[in-house]
């Protein structure tokens, strides 16, 4: 079945790391999105792309770097500067040839500081 | 900034009861409209959407929605609630803009149901 799959489902991250979330799809589609939830605040933008070696900032990007090096692909990081980063990441995807389309979302990755 | 509000954060009914949760968006174009749940354990599904055509949009569960353009409001409504509804409900608006499909969230809407 095809879908989004993102790794690890939890994930703990010390003071001063840099860690990385995974997430791939199989659906075969362009645009890949990484949210931030928050409780009492939704889902909230961090990054986007629609092809491959291209992607564009979102609301809250600041403290975080994206690759897509492969269209299956759009890894995270959240790096040491996000000086708040505990939350529930998810991972997102879309068909861009029509824009008349949902996003498909992966289970999530919960992130805590140590 | 385009924003996405719904008014209730918590809400609270006893099974049969009738469901209503409002959504507003702020954005002057044209924009698709979508209702989400994620309930306990689990990752957010699809509840219904609207492109265009009838206003009035039918999704899974018995849920239903009304798109009024004048009002930029998309409520969520059920005629009677079941135990099994009681989840997180989240209202989007997406746009086309610049050759990138954005998608913005409201805070949710946590729904308890009570037997």
């Known amino acids: 079945d095809g879908g989004i799959t993102q790794s690890p489902k939890y994930l703990f991250r010390k003071e001063g790391q840099n860690v990385t979330l995974s997430c791939e799809q199989n659906?075969?589609?362009?645009?890949m999105y990484w949210y931030r939830q928050d409780p009492g605040q939704g889902l909230r933008l961090i990054y986007y792309?629609?092809?491959?070696?291209?992607?564009q900032k979102g609301d809250i990007a600041e403290g975080y770097s994206v690759s897509r090096e492969k269209k299956e692909s759009f890894p995270l990081t959240v790096t040491s500067a996000q000086k708040n980063p505990t939350a529930f990441y998810l991972c997102a995807s879309t068909d861009r040839s029509s824009y008349n389309q949902p996003q498909h979302f992966g289970d999530g990755t919960r992130l805590s500081i140590l | 900034a385009q924003s996405v509000s719904q008014h209730n954060h918590h809400v609270i009914l006893s099974e049969a009861a009738s469901l209503e949760l409002g959504c507003n968006y702020s954005y002057g174009g044209t924009v698709n409209l979508f209702w989400y749940v994620q309930y306990p354990g689990q990752h957010l599904q699809l509840l219904l959407k609207y492109f265009s055509g009838d206003p009035l949009v039918k999704g899974i569960k018995g849920f239903e929605a009304e798109f009024i353009k004048s009002k930029f409001s998309f409520n969520l409504r059920k005629p009677s609630v079941q135990w099994s509804d009681t989840a997180e409900y989240f209202c989007a608006v997406s746009w086309f803009s610049g050759g990138y499909n954005k998608l913005i969230f409201g805070a949710g809407t946590r729904l308890a149901v009570h037997p």
């Open positions: 659906l075969n589609h362009d645009a």
């Open positions: 792309s629609q092809i491959v070696n291209d992607f």
